[in-house]
Structures are given as C-alpha cells and as structure tokens.
C-alpha cells in the first residue's frame, strides 16, 4: 500500500466517526428543540442562530466543571465504564456502508469503513459489550439507585437483544450474507417497476420489531427504565454529576441511536439506495452519501418524537413485552421470511 | 504486524484468565475473564476465523458474563476472605493439575511453528465453509446439542417454576 492509499484508508475511517461526534451534539441540539415544539415553548434558542452553538456551549462547560470520583466508589471501574460505553457507541459503525462508491486519485474507493464478512454479527457482538459501560457504572458507583439502574439495563439489553437478532436474520436469511454492502446491493432496484426492493416491504413485521427493540437497547424511552429519572434519581449515572464522564455517557447515547438507525436503515430501508438512482462518479458518490443521510435523520427524528409521546412503561410490561411478544413475532417473521424465500417470492 | 498483534492478545488472554483465578472480588474476576474473552476473539480473527470471534463475544463475552455479573450484583457477594484450612486433597490434586498442565504446555511448544491452521488449510473459519460443514457433515450432532440445550431451558423453568398450592 502506498501512502496515499492509506490516506484514503484513514479518511474512509476517520470521516465518519467525526461526522458521528458531530450528530451527537446536533442531536442534542435537535432532542431539546423538537421537546420544545411538542411540549408547545422555544427551547434552547438563545446561542447562535436557532440556538444552533448550544451543543458548543454545553461542550465547554462539560471541559472546566470539577471531577468528582465518588469517595466510596472503585475508582478505576468508575472511570472506566463511560469510556467503554463510547468506545463501543464509536466503533459499531465501521462496518455500516454510508454510500456507494467514490472515485478518488484513479481509484474506486468504497464508502464504509470496513467491508468485513461478518458485518451483521460485527455489530452486534460491540453492541452486547456495551451493557459493560452502563453495568459498571452502576455498580462502581456504589449507590442504590446507580446498581438498580445497571441491573435493569443488563436485564433489559439480554432479553431484547434476542428478538433484535431474530428480526435481523431474517434480512440475512433472505440476503445469504452477512455482509452489509450485500445487504444493502440486494435491495437495488424495483418490484413491478415502482415499488422499491427494500426489505422493509416483504419483512414490516421484522423492521417494526428491529426498531422497537432499537429503542430499548439504547435505552431511550418508552425503555429508559436503567435511568428512570421519577424513581432512581438517574439510574446508572447518578453519581457521574458532572464533568466529561458524564458527557461520555451522553454522547454514547446518541451514537448508539444514529447507530441503531443507520442500521435500520441499512437492513430494510436499502441502505443509500433509491429507486431509479445509479451512482456514477463523484455526484453519485455524494447523493448517496446524502441519501444515506437523509434516510438516517428520519428514522432520529423518529426516535425524539416517541420520547416526547409516549409515558415510560413499568418493569413487568417491559419483560412481558420483549418475551412474551416481540420474541415470538420475530420468529414468526423468521418463519415467514423462510417461506418466501424457499417459495422463491423475493 | 499481525503477529505483533496475535502475540500481545495471546498474552493479554493468558494473563487475564490467569487474574480471573486469583483475584479475590467475584465481579473483578469476571471482568478479567471478559478481557480474556476479548483477546480470544481478537486470536480468532487473526487466524481467520472471523465468525468464530463474533460468536465467542456474542455469547460469551455479551450474554454469558452479562448473566454472571447480574447473579453477583444482585447478590451482592463481598470480597472473598482466604480461609487457613490446610486443605490437603486440593493440593494433593493441583498437584496432579500442575503435571497436565507441564505436559500439554510441552506438547504446544513442541508444535509451535508448524502451524496447524496452515496444515488444515480447507478448514476455514468463514461463515459458508463452517455453515456447509454443520449443516451437512455434522447435522445430527448439532441438532443433538441443540436438543440438549432445550433440555436444559425446560429443565430450569422446572425448578424455578413456582409450587402450586396444595
């Protein structure tokens, strides 16, 4: 490899993890407006134009507030746990195609950060280990409300992550790789001429399922009960008060939401493809970047707007929810999937 | 490069399952053998074997440990305090534990270098070949092992069924 090969290499990889770190506080920005316009007030309105530097500001207060490690708590644990909730937040979406293909310096270069045989299982084997940064910090915290809140999360990430899986091997049934580009090449083109070949269509049930279960591995409401602020003051992160710690675990919470909705988005919304579009050069290159784009801002948008609707639910309908029907509907999906499949319908 | 990197994870896993032993506080023990698990999977992928790797932190690292952790949270098991007992028949067996070991550690050694994974070069650890090879060479024992596990699913809901009232 040349230089400028690992050039293109490091900017492939490096592009959009800042991109990544920039969404995290846009969507910050973007959570705290749209609850103003659903709960009918301004918002944050007063930094920049639309309020638009708030992130900024916050950024910098985040910078110069005292860090505070409790006295009690296990100290190496409790610095730790954020940095493995980002890291894992960070590193998922190497493997998740954000466009076609760009020509650069004579060469076609592939708009994902690593084109790897076991996309799907890469990704959810970095999303099960990143319970480890909510579970320790509860427990290194050492305070009741922090373990509470790492014990839901652990419950609630292993029983969804079940019916998360099932939904998305039923793409990976009906696509025969687990490859992501894969994914996302099968779903080209149309059926009858204008319908597009997106998985979402023979599959709503396992698109539904995929992103309901999205909303509770990242813990965001209706299943945000690790941090339940009415009962445990903040769940796991009750003790990171201030600080980058802090900051950390807020940021990896956004990530992982523009991650579970890049994935969505890959696995049954055809990824940056679009009916009738052909990418050819470097226009092409860019229009899918941006449908990829677009697509993903939708589905985010999706996930401010339930946080804003809907009331947290309590612990018992969270587990019967996930075992008693998520699961048993993605396995019907997965039945459904393996019929058309053998039928020869998709 | 890659060796560089196989090496410091072959390390990293011996020295981490090794803290999971001695270390005296049950969740940092568990916590050690995650990293162990983790620079297992990071070997794995460097002998290509990339679906192994995803499946060894997905059920080991992601689910098994996550369980271990959430039985020794909620119990809230304290630090372990050694006892004085002499405890002679454990150390009569580590004995005959520390001769395996010595035997099968020379026998690696002996081995090392030539390369098993290079001899058996139609073994692949991708997802098709290993699928193929389980799905139809070993179909029966791996739907006997899936039958077993099922088994133990119902044979835990049986105990941890709650008694009917007379």
């Known amino acids: 490899m040349t230089a400028l090969d690992w050039l293109i290499l490091a900017l492939r990889v490096l592009v959009p993890l800042v991109a990544l770190l920039t969404a995290a506080g846009l969507l910050s920005w973007v959570e705290r407006r749209g609850a103003g316009m659903i709960q009918d007030r301004p918002g944050p309105n007063r930094v920049g134009p639309f309020g638009l530097l708030q992130p900024l500001a916050d950024a ?53 950060g690593a084109d790897v045989s ?19 910090a509860g427990w290194s915290s050492n305070n009741k409300f922090s373990l509470m809140g790492g014990l839901r999360s652990s419950a609630q990430i292993i029983s969804y992550e079940l019916a998360m899986t099932t939904a998305a091997a039923g793409v990976i049934l009906s696509t025969g790789s687990f490859r992501l580009t894969e994914v996302v090449a099968r779903q080209e083109g149309t059926w009858l001429g204008f319908v597009p070949r997106w998985n979402v269509i023979p599959q709503l049930l396992g698109f539904v399922i995929f992103f309901i279960t999205g909303f509770a591995e ?21 003790e990171y008060s201030s600080s980058m710690k802090f900051a950390m675990f807020f940021m990896a919470e956004y990530i992982n ?74 396995l019907l999906n997965l039945l459904w999937v393996a019929a058309i499949v053998k039928l020869g319908w998709i | ?70 039985v020794l949270m909620l119990l809230n098991v304290p630090e372990e305090e050694r006892e004085q007992e002499p405890r002679r028949v454990q150390r009569a067996l580590s004995g005959v534990a520390l001769v395996v070991f010595a035997v099968l550690l020379l026998r690696l ?58």
């Open chain 1, 60 to 112: 910098m207060k985040f910078f110069f507030k005292e860090d505070i490690i409790p006295t009690k708590a296990d100290a190496v644990l409790y610095v730790l746990a954020p940095a493995i909730a980002l890291f894992s937040a960070l590193t998922t979406f190497a493997v998740i195609p954000y466009g076609a293909s760009l020509p650069a310096a004579g060469r076609t270069v592939p708009l994902i």
């Open chain 1, 118 to 136: 076991i996309g799907v299982l890469y990704i959810f084997a970095l999303t099960s280990l990143s319970v480890y940064g909510i579970v320790l």
């Open chain 1, 218 to 238: 990242t813990n965001r409401l209706p299943f945000d009960l690790p941090e339940a602020e009415a009962e445990l003051v903040a769940g796991y992160h009750t």
């Open chain 1, 257 to 330: 939401m523009a991650v579970a909705s890049a994935l969505t988005v890959t696995l049954f919304l055809g990824g940056w493809s679009l009916p009738g579009f052909h990418p050819h050069g470097v226009l092409g290159g860019i229009l899918s970047i941006l449908i990829f784009t677009a697509k993903t801002a939708f589905l985010l948008w999706v996930f401010v707007w339930v946080r804003w609707t809907l009331p947290r639910f309590r612990y018992d309908q969270l587990m019967r929810i996930g075992w008693k029907a998520l699961l048993p509907l993605a």
């Open chain 2, 1 to 70: 490069m890659e060796r560089l990197v196989f090496d410091a994870a072959a390390v990293l896993t011996v020295l981490f399952a090794a803290v999971m032993v001695v270390h005296r506080h049950p969740v940092k023990s568990v916590l050690s053998l995650v990293v162990s698990f983790f620079g297992l999977a990071v070997c794995f992928v460097l002998l290509s074997a990339p679906f192994i790797a995803a499946i060894q932190v997905i059920v080991y690292a992601g689910a098994i440990l996550v369980l271990f952790l959430f």
């Open chain 2, 109 to 166: 050694l002996k081995s090392y270098g030539e390369s098993e994974f290079a001899r058996r070069g139609a073994l692949s650890g991708e997802v098709a070949p290993l699928a193929s090879l389980l799905f139809s060479r070993y179909l029966l024992p791996f739907e006997a092992l899936s039958i077993l596990l099922l088994a133990a699913l119902v044979g835990a809901y049986v105990l941890a069924r709650p008694e009917k009232g007379p």
